[in-house]
């Protein structure tokens, strides 16, 4: 029988049964809000879910891609000509493989590194279509689809002026390959729409104040598009940022210094930054910062950031695994909402993911995907690991592991923030596809983030209801294409003033949607 919350009235002073819907924390995972003032449509811990307009989905899963290597994928380089297929590559301890198809590697197409830690451009000039690979430590690789060749000022294509395997990180901007070389605050440029020749320093020192080296050179589009308001970006490890107007840095006529302004220190190094449309996303240790915002800002204003939400989760981050390795920000467009990821390396093989849902704003945590390094190619998502690429945001399980998803909701007064309630049944309002999953619900109350009551809840597996048939509450049918609505009381009996649902799925093969949750409590006044 399934069970139904009713409604009672009761005599004057007695406690009264009553019943509150609570929506789906579509607003995101939110750290920054107090406890107790903190908006329905939040949430405490959102581990594993995307936030949607409208419900929240248990994040897809990844399968094994590309396997056979010995050591930790540091780097993933994606050649990506006009036309035509991309080509994946992988970067592993001294070696670099050939990674667009899945299974297991074969021999490395470039040995004898002295570092995996790369980061790479693609550029286009009438000669053809190249990818550029820096890493500070070796001759930097040019790739034109079928060549590697590692360049220096004997090479062909050559690069003279500067010793090459000095150059840290490339950038394309105005038609010009920029180079930042490690450990310096100069950085170099080629001739335009060439891969080689002479490299023309670009010294930067009389600049910033406060000293350090430059981590990143970027653009920054102003009006949208590419075009003349394109800026070029120059970030120091100090948090010192520079912006130039121009298209020739050798002539004063065509080239001239915007400002210089102070930002926080950036966290991951040549990886610092990732494009959210025509906007400059930089990650440091007051948050990720859009350039449209914080050079019109104080750093004081960390409202600022696009990670106000979770500022107090990212500054921990940054606090504690700021000098690790794997840092990385990267705009990923996927279905059914585009995200934004800021990879956390909180331990080897225990990363973690900060996700923002692009359209709406709102950020949730991914945990189950130990990635060193991200990329996209042919439109798909995947992530490198110890001996192995990944491809994730496929399937509905990790390599036939669990997903688990938690959900811990605002807390809420229910309307009265004078009376202490009892919680007598709770409700989650899901859509489903019905495939096995483990469903475990509770509330928690007056704050407490830490313990984490739970009943398991069994839904009995639905069927199709007909197209035009009502829809019976409490009864399964179809909503959403194959999702079907599930819901059921499960009894509580929690005491407090303020109460939270917590929802925990396990699954390895189903989709899974939070609409809402109803709740039914008796309260009477203070007790």
Not at 293 to 304: G, I, P, T, V
């Amino acid at each position: 029988m399934i069970r139904q919350a009713l409604a009672r009235k009761a005599p004057l002073g007695a406690k009264v049964s009553s019943e509150r819907p609570l929506p789906a924390p579509v607003l995101g995972w939110n750290v920054r809000d107090a406890l107790a003032s903190m908006k329905p449509g939040y949430a405490n811990i959102l581990t594993n879910w995307l936030p949607l307009s409208n419900e929240c989905m248990l994040r897809r899963g990844s399968l094994d891609h590309a396997t056979g290597m010995s050591g930790a994928v540091r780097s993933l380089l994606v050649y990506s000509p006009p036309s035509g297929s991309d080509k994946m590559f992988s970067a592993v301890g001294a070696n670099i493989y050939a990674t667009s198809v899945s299974g297991p590697v074969g021999g490395a197409v470039v040995t004898a590194l002295n570092s995996a830690d790369f980061q790479h451009k693609n550029f286009t000039t009438p000669g053809g279509n190249f990818m550029y690979a820096c890493n500070g430590l070796d001759k930097p690789l040019l790739y034109d689809g079928t060549i590697w060749v590692s360049v220096n000022g004997a090479s062909t294509p050559a690069i003279t002026g500067v010793v090459t395997s000095t150059l840290e990180s490339v950038h394309v901007h105005m038609h010009r390959l920029w180079f930042v070389q490690k450990g310096t605050l100069d950085a170099w440029y080629l001739p335009l729409d060439s891969v080689g020749g002479a490299a023309a320093k670009f010294p930067l020192g009389g600049l910033f104040g406060k000293g350090g080296y430059l981590v990143k050179m970027e653009s920054w589009t102003v009006d949208g598009g590419t075009g003349s308001d394109d800026l070029a970006v120059f970030i120091t490890s100090k948090g010192q940022v520079a912006v130039y107007r121009g298209t020739d840095p050798a002539t004063a006529a065509t080239w001239a210094l915007v400002g210089v302004y102070d930002l926080a220190p950036p966290i991951g190094g040549k990886l610092c930054c990732g494009k959210l449309g025509n906007d400059l996303m930089i990650n440091t240790e007051d948050g990720l910062v859009p350039m449209s915002k914080s050079l019109l800002q104080s750093r004081s204003n960390k409202a600022l950031a696009i990670s106000d939400r979770i500022s107090g989760a990212l500054s921990a981050a940054a606090s504690t695994y700021g000098s690790s390795f794997g840092w990385q920000v990267i705009f990923v467009p996927l279905e059914p909402a585009s995200i934004l990821l800021v990879n956390v390396p909180v331990a080897p093989g225990l990363q973690e993911q900060y996700v923002m849902n692009t359209q709406t704003g709102a950020w949730a945590p991914f945990s189950g995907w130990p990635a060193n390094c991200w990329a996209v190619a042919n439109g798909e998502l995947y992530f490198g690991e110890n001996g192995k690429v990944r491809k994730a945001w496929t399937g509905r399980n990790d390599n036939g592991s669990n997903i688990v998803g938690r959900m811990l909701l605002a807390f809420d007064y229910l309307e009265d923030r004078e009376g202490k309630k009892t919680v007598r049944m709770v409700r989650p309002v899901l859509k489903w596809d019905s495939n096995p999953a483990q469903f475990k619900i509770g509330i928690n109350v007056d704050f407490d983030l830490n313990t984490l009551p739970l009943n398991e809840v069994n839904f009995a597996p639905g069927t199709a209801a007909q197209w035009d048939a009502g829809y019976q509450w409490d009864n399964g049918a179809l909503w959403g294409g194959d999702l079907e609505v599930k819901s059921q009381w499960t009894d509580s009996g929690a005491e407090g003033w303020a109460i939270a649902p917590y929802l925990e799925v396990t699954s390895r093969s189903s989709d899974v949607r939070v609409v809402a949750f109803d709740v039914s409590y008796e309260s009477g006044g203070v007790l």
